[in-house]
């Protein structure tokens, strides 16, 4: 498993320990993400996580969260980030990412891209109140906000997209054209994901 990240740009209601190893005696409650995988157990992320918990119930509340491995390449992104809602996780293995409630674990979103390239908190700004967590995938942009996804861009890209910067609400970037065979420059308004004439 490649070092994972651990970015804390948001406030969160909840503390999580990336695991070496699966633990030998599993806690009560254990969630695999997604449901369906098939041996998830091969180079998945194993995450404990305690819920904002009251100390008396630090115990029954914590879980263990095994999040299936989408790809085995240091360029993919690995590990934990906070999220505009304070008791959302997202957990990201080999690029694959899951948002996890983490007061009731057995919901959670699988972010469509496969794999996520690159996870960028976009802090709070006067137009986005809790601020937005991206998701950058081979083709476009995924926002995630307060209240789940936000927006999803058009296509940017035929094969990568790269952020060039953000200035106010204006998310810059380029992506790369098979038919002109160049990278185009893109901006988006990050309050909606259209793209800005």
């Not at 979103?109 to 809790?130: D, G, K, N, Y």
């Not at 906000?145 to 296509?155: D, F, I, V």
Request: proline content about 8%; hydrophobic content about 45%; charged content about 20%.
């Amino acid at each position: 498993m490649p070092d994972s990240t651990i970015d804390d740009s948001f406030a969160s209601r909840w503390r999580a320990q990336v695991l070496a190893v699966r633990p030998a005696i599993l806690p009560a409650r254990h969630y695999v993400y997604p449901r369906e995988a098939e041996e998830v157990e091969r180079g998945a992320l194993e995450v404990l996580i305690h819920p904002n918990p009251q100390p008396s119930q630090a115990r029954t509340q914590l879980f263990l969260a095994t999040c299936a491995l989408g790809f085995r390449d240091p360029a993919v992104p690995t590990g934990l980030w906070t999220t505009p809602t304070p008791e959302e996780i997202c957990a990201v293995s080999g690029g694959y990412a899951y948002i996890i409630d983490t007061t009731a674990p057995e919901r959670f979103t699988m972010i469509p891209f496969r794999p996520v390239l690159q996870i960028l908190p976009v802090p709070q700004r006067e137009a986005i109140a809790a601020g937005l967590l991206l998701f950058v995938g081979h083709h476009g942009i995924l926002a995630w906000g307060a209240q789940g996804e936000a927006w999803r861009s058009e296509k940017l890209s035929d094969e990568g997209v790269a952020i060039t910067g953000i200035e106010g609400n204006i998310l810059h970037g380029q992506g790369w054209r098979m038919l002109s065979d160049r990278e185009t420059a893109f901006a988006l308004d990050l309050r909606t994901g259209l793209q800005l004439a």
